[in-house]
């Protein structure tokens, strides 16, 4: 509390409120800065755990691995129930169920029999289409069948493609079991940056295990 000595024809009114005016602006700008700090802090850690992925990804020996790494990271950095990947079959046109993490045992055998061909579901054809990220609220449910909504209990799923040098390796689901999630932007960007390296780990080891096959099948005939 300033009290200022009383100065004819309202001095004390302009003085008090340029005071006023000043601190206001001084803590706008000491508030924006802390908020810039706080976002690189944050944007430090997104990029650090973005960097580790990759240092696994590139590390895993098989495809497995990849997986493995890939899911396990999705669910610890969104919190979701449940992360599954597909690999895309370009000659079926299909979607082949590849991996799920998830706490709910039954998930695993409902998850490998499904069959998710294009043209089947709204929103295979849009990921297949677009190869963009799609999130699906209630709103938005009619883009899956209603016995793929009734078999898992989905309320909410953000679904992106595996695209590797524009084309599509396979796509990536997240969802909470029987819950809805809104998935904000953060979330979504740092899930698209794990399933950008995700793609291009697993189109390595496919060439790789590709090179391998082509080398066996060589020396058998020589």
Known sequence: LVLWQKEPEGGITFLGSSVLVLGLALSLVLGSLVWVLSTKAEQA??????LEVSHQLGASP???????VTGETCLRMTGV???????????????IPSWISSNQPEDVQQFLSL???YGDMALINKIVDEKRSVLVQPEKMGLISPNLVRLFNIRSVLV??????????????LDHEGRQRRFPLREQAIIGGIAAQAAIAIENISLLTETRKQSELIGKKN
């Not at 129930?81 to 979607?95: K, P, S």
């Not at 992106?160 to 689901?173: C, E, F, Q, R, Y």
């Open 45 to 50: 850690d997104v990029y650090a755990a973005l």
């Open 62 to 68: 098989d495809m497995n691995s990849v997986f493995r």
């Open 81 to 95: 129930d449940r992360c599954a990947i597909f690999l895309w079959n370009e000659t079926g046109r299909q979607f």
């Open 115 to 117: 069959k998710l061909k």
């Open 160 to 173: 992106t493609p595996l695209v590797s040098k524009g084309n599509l390796i396979g796509a990536m689901t």
